[in-house]
């Protein structure tokens, strides 16, 4: 009666135990719905029981109505210190069922125990028919044993994914500080992961091995720092009709086998079916989290990374980039290989190509963390890294994690994301150094097929950032088709479409331009600071600029300011002191007094206004990214030329 009689009120849609969308969850999730939908009638009827003792008089539909605001009202967490686009979006349905979890006890109602979500993941194996009369594998004993069960178990050094279930599950317990509503988004993830994992097991137990068992062919796998650029390349390279880049809703539901082509899935029912369903659970997800897709953009035909994949051996990034588990993200950067994630994941590989052979297109920021055991999975694998400053990717990813975080709670220490991050690619980096120097030192064999690409390069010219990619990595010219393709890619799907993602170091506490952890990182890959806040006509504004030479040895000051992309070109006149530009220009680590001197030759050939910015706002454009790449301010005396 509660519920009916607010719903009439407030006009809402009808409650439904198979899909709570009223509060805009992200699945169905069947039982755990059930629970929600009997937590929220429940907890309704004990604040109408409770109420009477604080002078509450029930008796009219209005009265009813602000009983059930004043639950949500009583239980309003206060976000006003985040920037407003990292606010969690708290309405009054969402803040009420929060409530009423606190009010019963959100971990009464739903479980995330190992064996609830073990439970639940067999359950909904059961019920899509998935397990074809078989037990459901995940329940066998003795599963950290026997690798042979499907990769169920684990190598030498490695972790069985019992462990890693139980190291997730412990610390979304202890530390993520879950609402009721994230308790559900918890469940739906960890049961469609497992969902996954026991179907494929089954099939390939009940699927004659020859018809699928076949190697993994010169596999691309995009492998750098989160927020590099890497989603972006992985969807333009997808345009190319022969590669192969797994979709998201065929990584979720990879049994039974999905069709190879376009044209095949568009004739496939099921293929269908699946990718309606998932549509709407993204957009179930996605009113949790209002304007993700700026952040992140994703759809379920999209090219999606293979993080999806590791959640099935509970070794995977996704948890961390979801939700608040410093103390698995941990675990899982410690661990001495994680060979027995990267077996399975080419098993299932081998499983969705079938008796095909294809070139798989693959992503992931993880791959950077797990460079050697990917080569070994992998030996003639064509490894793209991308690049970026560090402080620019730290600042990035916390504000994506921050996004996704507020969906599950109500606590969001934007700090602590910020420092777990530094210390993080603090361990990362310095191995990924150290990786591929040996290899440029002692080359293995086969060889290392591996091409560097950075963000700024891969936006100024993504056409031509894949063409050196085509020619330096996979040996061959890239075909008219496919740059056609590509062109009409970008052409439709302009930067910031699902508007500007904007985020600041400082706002995480993000400090690192002279944190020597990440030095050798810059150094060896050549990787340069390209942010430099300054006053533009008054008001403060957020400006990126890059300095470069072009081919007719003149200069050119790329500045990309709130989405704008623009280029000042700066002539210098021939001269002795033009050579002395050069020569300082050209230099991998100029001193002080060449940092003063390009800046005041170059400040003199600035022009009066372009691209909107007058001369007073480029030249400090200027002084920020000569300061910020060479680590001097180029305006003090240390900077001046000799006399």
């Given at each position: ?5 607010y719903r ?6 009808p ?16 039982d ?15 604040v109408?029981?409770?109420l ?16 059930v605001?004043?639950?949500s ?6 976000h ?11 309405p ?26 073990i ?18 594998p ?12 499907g ?8 972790a ?5 279930l ?49 190697e ?27 590669l ?17 082509t ?49 959640t099935?051996?509970?070794d995977s ?30 098993k ?5 190509q079938?008796?095909t ?30 690049h ?8 990035s ?34 191995r ?9 030192q ?10 560097d ?18 020619t ?25 479409k ?9 706002d ?49 000051l ?8 623009d ?13 002395a530009?050069?020569e ?14 390009m800046?005041r ?6 022009p ?12 400090s ?23």
């Amino acid at each position: 009666k509660v519920r009916n009689a607010y719903r009439r009120r407030t006009h809402d849609p009808p409650f439904s135990t198979k899909k709570v969308t009223h509060f805009g969850t992200m699945a169905s999730l069947g039982d755990a719905s059930r629970r929600l939908l009997w937590a929220a009638i429940v907890g309704c009827g004990a604040v109408v029981v409770l109420l009477p003792y604080r002078g509450v008089s029930l008796g009219s539909p209005g009265r009813l109505s602000r009983l059930v605001a004043s639950v949500s009202t009583s239980y309003s967490p206060d976000h006003s210190h985040l920037p407003l686009q990292l606010q969690p979006f708290r309405p009054r349905s969402i803040r009420t069922i929060n409530a009423l979890g606190g009010l019963l006890g959100a971990s009464n109602l739903v479980s995330i125990a190992p064996d609830a979500l073990i439970a639940s993941g067999c359950a909904a194996a059961e019920k899509a028919g998935l397990l074809n009369g078989s037990d459901c594998p995940l329940q066998r004993p003795n599963q950290c044993e026997s690798p042979a069960s499907g990769g169920s178990g684990a190598g030498a050094a490695g972790a069985c994914w019992l462990e890693g279930l139980e190291r997730v599950s412990r610390s979304l317990e202890t530390e993520a500080q879950l609402t009721l509503l994230g308790r559900v988004v918890v469940l739906g993830h960890i049961t469609d992961a497992l969902k996954a994992r026991a179907a494929l097991q089954v099939a390939w137990e009940q699927t004659d091995p020859s018809e699928w068992n076949r190697e993994i062919v010169a596999p691309i796998i995009i492998a750098g720092m989160p927020r590099t650029g890497t989603t972006f390349l992985h969807t333009l390279l997808s345009q190319d009709p022969s590669l192969r880049a797994p979709r998201t809703w065929e990584l979720l539901n990879p049994v039974p086998r999905p069709p190879l082509t376009p044209e095949a899935v568009a004739e496939d029912a099921y293929a269908q079916a699946r990718i309606a369903e998932l549509a709407s659970n993204l957009e179930q997800y996605k009113k949790l989290c209002p304007g993700l897709d700026a952040f992140h953009p994703t759809g379920a035909t999209q090219p999606e990374e293979c993080i999806i994949v590791f959640t099935h051996m509970m070794d995977s990034v996704q948890f961390e980039a979801m939700f608040p588990v410093p103390s698995y993200s941990e675990w899982m950067y410690e661990l001495e290989t994680h060979r027995p994630a990267l077996e399975w994941h080419k098993k299932v590989l081998q499983w969705m190509q079938g008796p095909t052979e294809v070139q798989w297109l693959l992503k992931t920021p993880y791959y950077l963390h797990l460079l050697e055991d990917v080569r070994e999975a992998y030996p003639d694998a064509r490894i793209i890294h991308t690049h970026r400053e560090p402080a620019e990717v730290l600042a990035s990813t916390s504000s994506l994690m921050a996004k996704t975080y507020g969906a599950v709670t109500d606590t969001v220490d934007l700090h602590a994301i910020g420092q777990q991050q530094i210390e993080t690619y603090a361990k990362v980096l310095p191995r990924v150094v150290e990786v591929r120097s040996r290899w440029e030192q002692t080359p293995p064999d086969p060889p290392v097929h591996i091409a560097d690409v950075h963000l700024g390069e891969l936006q100024q010219d993504p056409i031509g950032t894949v063409k050196r990619i085509y020619t330096e990595l996979l040996g061959h010219k890239l075909s008219e088709d496919a740059e056609n393709r590509m062109r009409a890619f970008l052409k439709d799907h302009k930067r910031d479409k699902h508007g500007r993602h904007r985020h600041s170091p400082e706002d995480f506490g993000i400090n690192i331009t002279f944190d020597q952890r990440f030095e050798d990182y810059r150094r060896r890959f050549g990787v340069k600071p390209a942010m430099a806040h300054v006053a533009v006509e008054g008001a403060r504004a957020r400006q990126t600029a890059a300095l470069k030479k072009s081919p007719s040895t003149d200069y050119v000051l790329f500045i990309d300011a709130d989405g704008a992309a623009d280029e000042v070109k700066l002539a210098l006149p021939s001269g002795a002191g033009s050579v002395a530009f050069h020569e300082c220009f050209d230099k991998a680590e100029p001193d002080a007094p060449c940092v003063g001197l390009m800046y005041r030759q170059l400040k003199e050939v600035i022009p009066e206004k372009a691209g909107g910015h007058g001369k007073g706002a480029l030249i400090s454009l200027l002084w920020g990214q000569l300061s910020a790449e060479y680590g001097v301010d180029a305006r003090s005396r240390a900077a001046a030329p000799p006399s």
